[in-house]
């Protein structure tokens, strides 16, 4: 028997996974109360909100693929908000900026995480809303243990919040030093207290709607307005205010969206589209295919990986943006597989080369740059290049007894992306910062425009039947992990903790999607785990190696049917908090 950090938990009633244990056994309360996948995923992500605010919140947003026991098919369920109609190339110049600062109002898009929920418990949960929000309102205004990982985040932006943020400083700090034990956000939970109150109607799905608009036109958008208005300090140094009004909340809404798919060894891997990043891992897949089977042991394994992703996030970089013309059917074709495939040799490519799919021309920005700051405020970058954990993500996957299931990947509205709204007890977030200050990109910043997210959720199908939904936290690194867990659990066959419980790596040879948007030619950070004769010959191959720490990379929860028709979930030991829980 193979060593594993837990088991793969297996049983026949229901599974959750995700990145804190409360989260994950929220979830299962609603699945023993009766509710399904999605009561028990919305109940998850509103848990999040509150036990993980250093890796999202109620401002920031959620992309979620489904699949129901009714409609097989994959659909993508886009919570991701988009640019303010004030936030334009023109207004962000005008202030001497060339980048969207990592942190603080101006980097705010519309928060999308809390009407993606609603409209997931709309049209597809069974479980009333008061339900559904208990564990999250009882956390919040009742108390729940902190991780120490919430102290150690507030304690890097602390001189910040008692210069700059000082509603922050009131909600996180005590006694000069940062919030530590049990802590309540009763701010927080006065508000989703007052949504439950005010959503009223004939049925479950017009109460959900109401609590939808209350949410977008009521007392929550307009403490946003007010408080948007105020400028505050940010990453670029200096104090602006922010773009989000009243009538930017009012004119968003959460939509359904179809799924990005590649069909790779017996399965059907399903993504976002390529407003998200989710399709580089598609053609990473595909690039792979070609190539054939890859040792994940070997230093020839590890190195292919990483020259394959480095081609797939060129693409990214040069292809992929909401409203883009983005070639997809080209990029996941075989023959454009085929001529990646060609440019990987037995050396470190050091250069971004993204292709020419139809014989277009791609256009990178020009303004990309090359140091690492260390600012503490931008939050997702997941790992600072000498493996430090900074800010992060969070992920869930739930599969029930019926067949529903759902993987989730909420983030943004960390406690440190932007100063806390005394009345809700929660702050905006900071996604604009992935967008480009530059016309004609694909990734260009416009208004009523999604930036070009990281957060990139999986579902995967096996002859139409959906079998597994998976995912990670971790920023540019979501799919590079996802694609090394892919490898191993679906090619090479291990168990599903096996799988993520084996040796990650990553590379960070392309511009990061945040703040300060850094490149590291030939950068590779890679767990310590691996072995030092295996880190030498990439080395010697003229990768840049960072050595991690052995158990520091990816935070990958997953839950799948299995061919008997088995449910089984698994959760990664890294960070000591993620956990499956399930019978």
Known sequence: MTFTTRPTLRGTFGMVSSTHWLASQSAMRILELGGNAFDAGAAAGFVLHVVEPHLNGPGGEVPAIIATADDPAPRVLSGQGVAPAGATIEHYRSLGLTLVPGSGPLAATVPGAVDAWLLLLRDHGTLPLSVVLEPAIDYARNGHP??????????TVQQLFEEHWPTSAALWLKDGAPVTGRFSNEAYAATLEKLVREATGADRQAQIEQARKTWREGFVAEAIDKFARLPHRDSSGEDHA?????DDLAAFQATWEDAATYDWNGHTVAKTGPWGQGPALLQSLAVLAELGDVDLDTAEGVHTTVEVMKLSYADREAWYGDGADVPLDTLLSPGYAAERAKLIGSDAALDLRPGTPDGRTPRLP???????TGDATTGEPT???????????????VIDRWGNMISATPSGGWLQSSPTIPELGFCLGSRAQMFWLEQGLPASLAPGKRPRTTLTPTLVLRDGEPVMACGSPGGDQQDQWQLLFLLRHLGAGLDLQEAIDAPAWHTTGFPSSFYPRTTEPGGLVIESRVGKDIRDELVRRGHVVTESDPWSLGRLCAVRKEADGVLAAAANPRGMQGYAVGR
């Open 366 to 372: 020009s303004i990309a740059t090359g140091n690492e």
């Open 242 to 246: 922010g773009l989000i009004t009243g």
């Open 146 to 155: 902190l991780v120490p990982r919430i102290a150690d985040t507030i304690g």
């Open 383 to 397: 790992v600072s290049p000498v493996g430090e954990t900074r800010g992060d993500t969070c992920h869930v996957d």
